[in-house]
């Protein structure tokens, strides 16, 4: 039984289905007049197609266009959706006046073959040289690079522009012949477009007719697409991003809504509300805008989310997307996050792909001259079994998820993503994995960096042995089809890898009739809901943690409280809000803590606004003894400080674990001005903030609190809303990073987590305060409740059941302040006598949503995977021995006796994979 705390009201109940999109049916002709938005894509060469009939105008501003001259001469190549980052959509649309026509203006170079945007002097890029291939603007490249994919021959008479180095494919107005799908002759009677055969049979039937060029082209996944295989009729296979949201631009907007994704905190604050039930509502509301925006174009399907690596060390600059530092907690996050992700109504269908990344032990982007790409961690046998492999055993077994994302990193000399032993046998033979696996973007080229492949040609092929079917890159495709035709990788290694992406294909309602599938009518009215900015404000308001409250200085009451000095480079952010990988978010524009705080409070109290500093980083202290007097003038001063994604982020680790800047030093002169200062933190990573912990009287831990995150810091400080949130790493002290970053040993050189390290925390996992207080007492009859005589015994094969409980203790959770309020009520396990063993582990953990005086019980049981232990060869057990339950204060010590149990054993698993080799 778990008790888990939600008090958002059930608004709405999510419809299924979705309308028809661009794979199930085309227009049969463009027609005379082309409609608003007509893609541009790649499509085969035919004179019958007006489609990709062009005129190229020339003469200078505003005539350097490109009409779409058979179809509709009063219709132009135009840039749609522009980002400098990531390039812009390219559409057909009515010519444009002068001054606006901007967009539409290009420039042929018949010397370098680009097509060139007059406007930022981009180049019109194709995504791949096969026939529906989405065509953008990106950047100019050298040919060596990307710049075959960005060259162009125009043939003036014909009026086609087709790809220099594939004459097949031409530059077509928005599908403007009837295309192959499943409902066009002659494969609307074949047996893979047939939606009630079995999809093993339908696989069976599609597989042998692709090339072996198209094979290798489906298994590739940049940017973001494999391209399809337009001539049977097979769309292409669209990849994303949705860690805490869908990760693309907005959609078209609903009434009352912005069109954009809601954008929630980052996993990291997810995990500190230990709140399953809250995991499992994110995920699907996250699935259900992922699959609405999937229908007006803006993501694909198969999501590259959740990111399950334990945040091993303070520095990385990817922590903030992950749960935390705790392997069960993290398993537990990802068997509910990535579950919903998954599920919807109908068991026929997949609502999206989960994929976990990134396989394996990977928590280090650039650091001590070594990057990501080429650093090989070493680590031992028993770090891996009982640390970094848990959350992705339980990606496995616990959320079925039907993909992985292998890392870039190698492991004990292996890339992640070539190591068969972990992909092939321990995964897929062991762990029952039926999903694929797809490299981190690039992964696969980086074989070479770690000079474990000769050549291109060789890492596809290292790349399939070792388990990796799908390569986000530019790797797999024309070197995996000449790996095949040179005899260097059998076809039915290939084969196997393309079956299993088909296989997610069809689980997802690709090539079905829309008329049968789930999640065809969801649209914009599905994004930016009201239930979804009430979800986003509840976990942002679960999640703030209360690291001190020296006098209670918190909750700020607006009775004595008339000034407030609001001070500080985080006091009026908006998008450092979100921490990374967001999609594009408006609303968190007008949520910022000032914004907020103003809006709530403004009318009764008054709040003086000193930014002091312009940025986290900066070291410009002209502003302070302004902010010292706004501080001094007021009843209380809040000072916002922390981190962005300048300090912390992919590709960037931090140096130190202090505050950068002159943050620090804009703190201790506010507070010699005013004694009442609160310090809120807005990070990812842990902070060493010595000074301000011994100093300022309360100090709030935000995390990167997501669209709405200023309102709920608002909520806490003033207290609407009490703090209930838990950490879900170690804070450490400054001097930490003496340790070696590259040291990835759990145990070694003064350990690292809360289970081993062996230093003074500034603040522990798990730690958190609230505004009331709690008191625990074992429930009678429980397993360490008083009059249970002598220790409590347990025979090691049923202490290793995985569906007995004879470990489960009951805990009465009483409420004894005077105000409501959760807890989260965490079991932490002690071996006694065992070596190696860690100081303490979760094991299980239940949240409590408390009237004051209000009692009740929480259920934790100790499970085998917790329960068991590793020894130095990578051999898990259940022992016999003497453990004890910690929770709270309260103590229970249990005696497993009998054999051992053996759970997993790495040496006899790699002795079988041997002998398959």
């Known amino acids: 039984m778990r008790v888990d705390e939600w008090r958002l009201p059930m608004v709405l109940l999510l419809v299924m289905l979705f309308t028809p999109w661009v794979f199930a049916s085309h227009a049969d002709s463009l027609g005379k007049k082309v409609d608003p938005h007509t893609k541009i894509q790649l499509w085969e060469c035919s004179a019958d197609l007006s489609g990709h009939t062009w005129s190229m105008q020339t003469g200078g501003y505003p005539n350097n266009r490109i009409i779409l001259q058979a179809a509709d001469p009063e219709v132009c190549l135009d840039i749609d959706k522009w980002s400098n980052s990531s390039g812009a959509t390219l559409h057909a649309y009515t010519l444009n006046p002068a001054p606006r026509a901007y967009n539409q203006q290009f420039k042929y170079d018949p010397d370098t073959y680009n097509i060139v945007s007059l406007m930022n002097k981009f180049c019109v890029t194709a995504s791949s040289s096969f026939a529906g291939s989405t065509v953008q603007m990106y950047p100019c490249t050298p040919e060596k690079a990307t710049g075959a994919l960005q060259q162009w021959i125009y043939n003036a008479s014909s009026g086609q522009i087709y790809l220099k180095n594939n004459s097949q494919v031409c530059l077509d107005a928005g599908s403007s012949g009837t295309v192959a799908n499943c409902t066009t002759a002659p494969f609307s009677s074949y047996t893979y477009c047939n939606s009630s055969m079995p999809i093993p049979d339908r696989v069976h039937d599609l597989l042998p007719r692709l090339s072996v060029a198209e094979k290798a082209q489906f298994l590739v996944a940049a940017p973001h697409t494999n391209g399809g295989v337009p001539r049977l009729g097979v769309p292409p296979f669209l990849y994303g991003e ?15 809504s912005t069109g954009c994704p809601t954008s929630f905190p980052h996993a990291l604050g997810l995990s500190a509300t230990f709140n399953r039930t809250l995991w499992t509502l994110v995920g699907e509301t996250v699935s259900t805008e992922v699959r609405a925006l999937f229908n007006q174009g803006q993501i694909g399907l198969a999501m590259w989310a959740p990111d399950i690596n334990l945040f091993r060390d303070p520095r990385w600059g990817r922590g903030q997307e992950v749960p935390g530092e705790d392997p069960y907690l993290t398993a537990e996050y990802v068997a509910h996050y990535s579950r919903a992700l998954q599920e919807g109504d109908d068991p026929r269908y997949l609502k999206l792909i989960s994929s976990c990344k990134h396989f394996s032990a990977y928590d280090m982007e650039n650091w001590g001259g070594s990057s990501r790409h080429n650093f090989n961690a070493i680590v031992s046998e028993q770090d891996l079994v009982e640390y970094y492999w848990v959350p992705f055993r339980s990606c496995v077994e616990q959320a079925h ?41 690039g992964a696969i080229g980086n074989f070479l960096a770690h000079n474990y492949s000769n050549s291109s040609e060789m890492a596809s092929r290292d790349g399939i042995e070792g388990g990796t079917d799908v390569n986000c890159g530019g790797n797999y495709g024309g070197n995996l089809a000449n790996a095949v035709n040179d ?15 088909m296989e997610a294909m069809f689980r997802l309602g690709y090539m079905d009739p829309g008329d049968q599938q789930p999640y065809l009518q969801l649209s914009s009215k599905d994004v930016d809901t009201a239930h979804g900015r009430q979800l986003a404000l509840e976990v942002a308001h679960q999640m703030i943690v209360l690291l001190k409250n020296e006098d209670g200085i918190l909750p700020l009451s607006q009775g004595t409280v008339k000034t407030v000095a609001l001070i500080g480079p985080q006091a009026n952010t908006t998008q450092a809000l979100l921490s990374n990988y967001h999609g594009t978010n408006t609303l968190v524009e007008s949520h910022s803590i000032l914004t907020a705080m103003t809006k709530k409070f403004g009318s009764t109290v008054k709040i003086q606004y000193v930014e002091a500093l312009s940025d986290p980083a900066s070291t410009d202290t002209s502003k302070f003894s302004q902010a010292a007097d706004a501080a001094k003038s007021s009843d209380v001063a809040i000072v916002c400080v922390g981190l962005t994604e300048h300090e912390e982020s992919e590709g960037r680790d931090r140096d130190h674990l202090t505050l950068p800047g002159a943050q620090d030093e804009l703190v201790q002169n506010v507070l010699k001005a005013q004694p009442k200062t609160v310090v809120v933190l807005i990070n990812g990573g842990p902070l060493a903030i010595e000074s301000i ?16 995150g200023g309102d709920a810091v608002t909520d806490v400080l003033f207290g609407e809303v009490n703090p209930s949130g838990r950490l879900p790493y170690t804070i450490y002290p400054a001097d930490y990073i003496k340790r070696s970053f590259f040291d990835m040993s759990l145990r070694d050189n003064g350990g690292c987590t809360y289970q081993h390290y062996t230093g003074n925390a500034l603040w522990e996992f798990g730690y958190g305060l609230s505004y009331t207080t709690f008191n625990y007492t074992w429930s009678a009859g429980s397993i360490g409740a008083d009059g249970n005589d002598g220790m409590y015994r347990v025979h090691s094969s049923l202490a290793a059941s995985v569906s007995d409980t004879p470990l489960m203790y009951t805990v009465s959770v009483k409420n004894t302040g005077t105000v409501a309020g959760a807890d989260s009520v965490l079991g932490f396990l002690k071996s006694s006598g065992q070596p190696d063993a860690p100081i303490r582990e979760l094991f299980d953990f239940g949240r409590v949503y408390l009237e004051a005086g209000e009692s009740c019980v929480v259920h934790l049981t100790v499970g085998p995977q917790v329960l068991s232990l590793t020894d130095s060869s990578g051999i898990q057990s259940v022992r016999s021995g003497k453990y004890v339950v910690e929770v709270g204060d309260l103590r229970a010590a249990f005696e497993v006796y009998g054999p051992d149990v053996e759970l997993f054993n790495l040496p006899e698993v790699r002795q079988r994979h ?4």
Do not use: T
Request: hydrophobic share 40%; with cysteine.
């Open 242 to 256: 949705c860690l805490h949201g869908a990760r693309c631009d907005c959609g078209e907007a609903a009434p009352g």
């Open 487 to 501: 005899g260097l990788l059998a076809e039915p290694l290939l084969d196997a890898s393309v079956r299993r992406v």
């Open 401 to 441: 998820a039907k993909s992985i994302m292998c890392s870039y990193n190698a492991v004990n000399g292996i890339p992640s993503c070539a190591n068969s032993l972990f992909q092939n046998e321990i995964v897929r033979n062991e762990w029952g994995f039926e999903g694929f696996f797809v490299s981190d973007c």
């Open 693 to 708: 912990k011994e100093s300022v009287p309360a100090i709030v831990e935000a995390f990167y609190p997501g669209e709405l």
């Open 914 to 917: 041997r002998e398959r080799l």
